[in-house]
T-cell receptor
Framework: AQKVTQAQTEISVVEKEDVTLDCVYE???????LFWYKQPPSGELVFLIR??????QNEISGRYSWNFQKSTSSFNFTITASQVVDSAVYFC?????????????FGKGTMLLVSP | EAGVTQFPSHSVIEKGQTVTLRCDPI?????LYWYRRVMGKEIKFLLH????????ESGMPNNRFLAERTGGTYSTLKVQPAELEDSGVYFC??????????????FGAGSRLTVL
């Protein structure tokens, strides 16, 4: 079974639309970390956010916001008023104590295409 | 600050040949990681160096893969002999000692390997 599931393979929106990328994870640990990374066309993975399992407050950074729901094991990512530059592959990832929190388990990624 | 640099960006080789991928981490980052993404699948962990020592190599697929990090600076990942299923994008990442909590990894743009 996948530990990190990103059920949406590809999403297409028109500029200025809001879009939510889903991430569901699976872990037996009570302490863990969740991440989102963005992979633009240039290829590198760009860190967006890290969230500790004990911090369930939602976070907002500009047009980006994250909704962490421990009860449903989800860590969803919303882009408000999407822009063409948001087009990228977005990866959700989990870090657990058995690796000393030093390695990441990734989902398959969601490709977001924002058209003008 | 220079980011994580990987070379080559793309390599095309015949089955049975050898390829060596190189990663230059961010200066001062003791932790260096190799990950791989096979087309359409998750990004999967291969191994983790702390300075020149292999901390965790549980993700290495088989003994055709050899990773080294001489002197605790740059790292190489050699595939010998390459097989068709080795095709994919190999990502390198580095991080500082996190102190408490999970590492935030800085990734390179990846080396795309195509085995024909």
């Amino acid at each position: 079974a996948q530990k990190v599931t990103q059920a949406q393979t590809e999403i297409s929106v028109v500029e200025k639309e809001d879009v939510t990328l889903d991430c569901v994870y699976e872990t037996r640990d009570t302490t863990y970390y969740l991440f989102w990374y963005k992979q633009p066309p240039s290829g590198e993975l760009v860190f967006l956010i890290r969230r500790n399992s004990f911090d369930e407050q939602n976070e907002i950074s500009g047009r980006y916001s994250w909704n962490f729901q421990k009860s449903t094991s989800s860590f969803n990512f919303t882009i408000t008023a999407s822009q063409v530059v948001d087009s990228a592959v977005y990866f959700c990832a989990l870090s657990e104590p058995d690796s000393g929190y030093s390695t990441l388990t990734f989902g398959k990624g969601t490709m977001l295409l924002v058209s003008p | 600050e220079a980011g994580v640099t990987q070379f080559p960006s793309h390599s095309v080789i015949e089955k049975g040949q050898t390829v060596t991928l190189r990663c230059d981490p961010i200066s001062g980052h003791d932790n260096l990681y190799w990950y791989r993404r096979v087309m359409g699948k998750e990004i999967k962990f291969l191994l983790h160096f702390v300075k020149e020592s292999k901390q965790d190599e549980s993700g290495m697929p088989n003994n055709r893969f050899l990773a080294e990090r001489t002197g605790g600076t740059y790292s190489t990942l050699k595939v010998q002999p390459a097989e068709l299923e080795d095709s994919g994008v190999y990502f390198c990442a580095s991080s500082q000692d996190p102190g408490s909590g999970a590492n935030v990894l800085t990734f390179g743009a990846g080396s795309r390997l195509t085995v024909l």
